[in-house]
Structures are given as C-alpha cells and as structure tokens.
C-alpha cells in the first residue's frame, strides 16, 4: 500500500519568513495530493490540494509543487503569520474505488512573533 | 451548506464496553471514511463507504466495525473497547469515491476515552 513521509516533524519559522513542509510518498499510481491543517482542538481542514496533471499550484500565500518523478510534493508558505501556526498533513491517494487517502505523520510549524 | 456532524462529541467509556459514533456526511456527499486519530500514530485510515457499500479498510482489528446508511449517514462500532482505543476519530466526507470530485472535508471528531 502507499506510505507517506513527512518532513520535518516540528518547524519553527519568526513572522514574515518562509515555511517549507515535504512529502515523499511510495506508490505512482498515486494522482491527488491534499494538504490540511489542523489547529489545536479542531477538526483538519482542507487548504490546498493539487492532481498529478500539474507541476503546481498557488492560492495567496500558500502553494504546493509536485514532482512525480521524485514521488515527493511540498508546501510552501510564504510571509507566514502567527495564524499559520498549526499541524499541517499532507496526504496521498490513487484514483480507483479501492484507493484510501494515506496521511503523512504531520508537522507541528510555530510562526514566532 | 451545513458541514459534516459527528455526534457524540465526547464519549467517556470502560474497557470490555462498545460504543457507536455517527456521522452526517455534508448535503449531497456520497463517501463518509473514518480515521483515528491519537498523538503517537497521527491520522489512520479506518474504512471508507459509499453507497452503503465499504469500499477500503484499513489495518484495524475486527473490533471496530461501520455501515453506511441510505441517506449516507454513517455509523461506526467498536466492541471490546481497550484502553489503546482512547482517541479522537474524525470522519470525512466527499462527493465520490473515485474520480475528480475526491476532496475530503472532515467533522469535529468524537473524542473517545476509555478508563
């Protein structure tokens, strides 16, 4: 089955710079990517998400790359904000009725006033 | 458009007991999947259904069972319950299983504690 690494487990950044989160995952069959983040007591939320169709993809401050050569994918946050701070998962999964979505282990990032 | 509920939000229980937690997908969501989630072992797949129809299952005992009703509401049982069952467990639901409309939207989760 598939198997998702996530890299590094804990990140601290100070407001303004650049957070950088990377996953590799296992089988290439794989063909959609989400990314949620998870604040302390809530429920993970979707915040970006991209197919194997494209190299990458932005929505304001956050983006995500995929190299489907490499089998790993990033997310990239950029002027980050305390708000950003947060346990943030990547995911991987195939198309096809059997496929489940995989979760990396997670990324505790802390954005320092 | 009202998001995915899961009720009970807490649930505090004794090893040997069984318990049942629901789930209501978001409106016109056909997929509900389950995880389990603790601090040591991150987000783990349960089961998926869709259609009333278990359509994956991960590694977990026999314990921990679901079922998908027509309305695609979703139930999910563990019997025997063990102290290493304590856990949030989230269900997720999406428009489909497979194919472009796969995006997962999560609910509160149940938090479970067995003494």
Known sequence: GENVEQHPSTLSV?????????????????NYFPWYKQELGKRPQLIIDIRSNVGEKKDQR?????????KHFSLHITETQPEDSAVYFCAARASGSARQLTFGSGTQLTVLP | ????????RYLIKTRGQQVTLS???IS?????????????????FLFEY???TQRNKG??????????????RSEMNVSTLELGDSALYLCASSLGVAGIKREQYFGPGTRLTVT
């Open chain 2, 1 to 8: 458009k009202a998001g995915v509920t899961q009720t009970p």
């Open chain 1, 14 to 30: 100070q407001e303004g710079d650049s957070a950088v989160i990377k996953c590799t995952y296992s089988d290439s069959a794989s």
């Open chain 2, 28 to 44: 016109g969501h056909r997929s509900v999947s389950w995880y389990q989630q603790t601090p040591g072992q991150g987000l783990q």
């Open chain 1, 62 to 70: 956050i983006a995500v790359t995929l190299n489907k050569t490499a």
């Open chain 2, 50 to 52: 869709f259609s009333e």
């Open chain 2, 23 to 25: 789930c209501s997908p």
């Open chain 2, 59 to 72: 590694n977990f005992p026999g314990r921990f069972s679901g079922r998908q009703f027509s309305n695609s």
